[in-house]
């Protein structure tokens, strides 16, 4: 049945259906069919980098070629754009770089040791081990002074200072900077501090290599940058109430791709299955001076104050507002969407979805509707 923008069976805000309005290709259009194809274009921009990445993961040292004729196949298949294409292309190169370059250093230093001190210009003082996956090289560092020369540092230092040691404690892993080919490794060296003495084949060491492994595959096909355009409602607002819910929907705009990389972080962790859930909850709300590896609070509170203050111009009686709604979007809310959206995979796992199954429902959902998707689900299975 066709239905008119006036029939719609669907309860949408004025804001949404404006919004819907833009994207309409011709004056007939309704609001489900713009949906539709929004959601599968959505769909077919998972579908591009799921292909892809199951390439990879079946044969790391696949070459440019079969990788391209993979590509082919999806934008066939798929009717991709232009712009996907692009991006599929670009993914394929930055990958082919990326893994040749970890393939020729770790051949041509093939010892341990003698690659940590390659790749960051200094000796280490304890035992390292070095995991390889096809866009990481993963060093398992057993002397904390190891660890916390390179931590924070942008260059590594000689000897860490009792500060270094303390904050390093306090953390159990981080994507590395290193002095050796900075671009084409950036974001490919991760370094774990092994406090416990937990041996590489231990179930949480290979979870966490396989976490980290995952999220620079899944990197290849996102981008990030600040646009001016998005700010337009804080350069508009006139009163205090209009600066104050401005403000509010410029940071939850901006906090979209820490919500992607959440969900990320979040479908990781359950396809290990076997994290704690106080574990995953605590792990991912942890500020980084407690040792956590994520702190969304603590990494875009700088860059988000520095362009709201220089380039949007607010003033210096702003500071206030914006203490009180970044920390209102950045952990009261953002705290409430990471227990929701956990509550809502569990309630589809004790509604009798598999494991797999429950993955492969939410990979296609944004975070947000999580929630939504799980209790329409619950009701489904209640009739």
Not at 252 to 269: I, N, S, V, Y
Not at 310 to 331: C, G, H, P, Q
Request: with cysteine.
């Amino acid at each position: 049945m066709q239905y008119t923008m006036e029939q719609s069976t669907i309860k949408l805000s004025k804001k949404v259906k404006n919004d819907l309005k833009k994207q309409m290709n011709h004056p007939g259009e309704t609001y489900e069919t713009v949906i539709t194809r929004l959601l599968k274009i959505t769909q077919e921009d998972d579908m591009l980098s799921k292909q892809i990445i199951k390439n990879i993961e079946a044969n790391p040292d696949v070459s440019f070629d079969e990788l391209y004729k993979k590509l082919t196949k999806i934008y066939d298949q798929f009717s991709l754009t232009g712009e996907e294409w692009s991006v599929g292309e670009e993914a394929i190169k930055t990958y082919i770089k990326k893994h040749g370059a970890i393939r020729r250093i770790r051949k041509e230093y093939p010892d341990d040791s003698e690659l940590f001190e390659a790749t960051f210009g200094i000796e280490p003082k304890g035992k390292v081990e070095v995991l390889e996956g096809p866009m990481v090289i993963y060093f398992r560092l057993y002397n904390i002074e190891d660890y916390a020369r390179i931590y924070a540092n942008y260059t590594p230092k000689a000897e860490a200072t009792p500060e270094d040691i303390e904050k390093a404690s306090k953390s159990g892993g981080c994507v590395a900077r290193t002095p050796v080919n900075p671009e084409i490794l950036r974001g490919s060296i991760i370094l774990e501090n092994v406090q416990s003495g937990r041996p590489a084949d231990h179930p949480r060491a290979k979870e966490v290599f396989k976490h980290e492994g995952q999220h620079a595959l899944n990197n290849l096909f996102k981008e990030r940058s600040w646009k001016k355009s998005d700010f337009s409602e804080m350069t508009n607002a006139k009163t205090d109430e209009e600066k104050k819910e401005a403000l509010t929907n410029c940071l939850l705009r901006d906090r979209r791709p820490d919500e992607a990389k959440l969900k990320d972080e979040l479908l990781a962790f359950f396809k290990g299955a076997g994290s704690d859930p106080l574990w995953i909850w605590e792990s991912l709300i942890k500020s980084e001076k407690n040792g956590g590896l994520y702190d969304y609070y603590s990494k875009r509170k700088d860059a988000a104050k520095s362009f709201l203050f220089n380039f949007i111009l607010l003033k210096e009686n702003d500071r206030s507002l914006f203490e009180e709604i970044y920390e209102k979007v950045y952990k009261t809310k953002f705290h409430n969407l990471i227990t929701k959206s956990m509550d809502a995979f569990q309630l589809l796992r004790d509604r009798g979805l598999s494991l797999e199954q429950t993955i492969a429902l939410l990979t296609h959902e944004p975070l947000r509707r999580w929630e939504v998707v799980a209790k329409r689900i619950e009701s489904k299975k209640s009739q």
